[in-house]
Structures are given as C-alpha cells and as structure tokens.
Nanobody, 119 residues
C-alpha cells in the first residue's frame, strides 16, 4: 500500500511561484508513474503534468513553460514547480501514483492541496 501526501499549496499573487511536494510512503515510489491533477470549483479534474519512473515528462498545454514536474526517488518525493502563476491556476492539486502489474492498474491518490492565485 502506498500513501501520498501533498504539501506546498497556499495563496500567491499572480506572477508568483509555488512548489508542491508529493511525499510517498512505502518502497515502490521509484517505479510509480507520478501525475499531478487539479480540480477547480465546478470543473472536472484535469491532468496537469506527469513523469515516468525514468524521468520522461509531459504537460498540459496551458502550463507548458511555466510548470516543471520532477521527482527524487531517493527521497520518495515528487514535485511540481509552478511559476508565473495565473488566477486560472487556482484549484485543488492532487498527486497520483500509478503502477501497472500485468493487466492490473493500481492508482494511489493524495488528499490534495489548495492553490489560490489572487491579488
């Protein structure tokens, strides 16, 4: 069983930065595909960025060039560096860890951390 705990959210002015962390328990973090999602009020949860166990990354178009996803397997922690934040980035951000074993897919979710971008 893997538990994920996000931290680093808060209130920031437009143009500011935040770094979110996703700390994982257990010993399998290094093989997880880590993804950050966000959900704004009244909207569906959307994928923000993902990183494979090997470090390959992908981003949703609206955050490309502003957000950077990374991971430190030695610390069992994933990160989302968010720069040039905009009001439309306001949402609850969730960390997801996924692993595939044969035909079985296991998803692990954190509890979410609130990011509010406002002046």
């Amino acid at each position: 069983q893997v538990q994920l705990v996000e931290s680093g959210g808060g209130l920031v002015q437009p143009g500011g930065s935040l770094r979110l962390s996703c700390a994982a328990s257990g010993s399998i973090f290094s093989i997880l595909f880590i993804t950050w999602y966000r959900q704004a009020p009244g909207k569906q949860r959307e994928l923000v960025a993902g990183i494979t166990s090997g470090g390959n990354t992908n981003y949703e178009d609206s955050v490309k060039g502003r957000f950077t996803i990374s991971r430190d397997n030695a610390k069992n922690t994933g990160y989302l560096q968010m720069n040039s934040l905009k009001p439309e980035d306001t949402a609850v951000y969730y960390c997801n860890g996924r692993r595939v074993v044969g035909t079985n897919i296991y998803n692990y979710w954190g509890q979410g951390t609130q990011v509010t971008v406002s002046s």
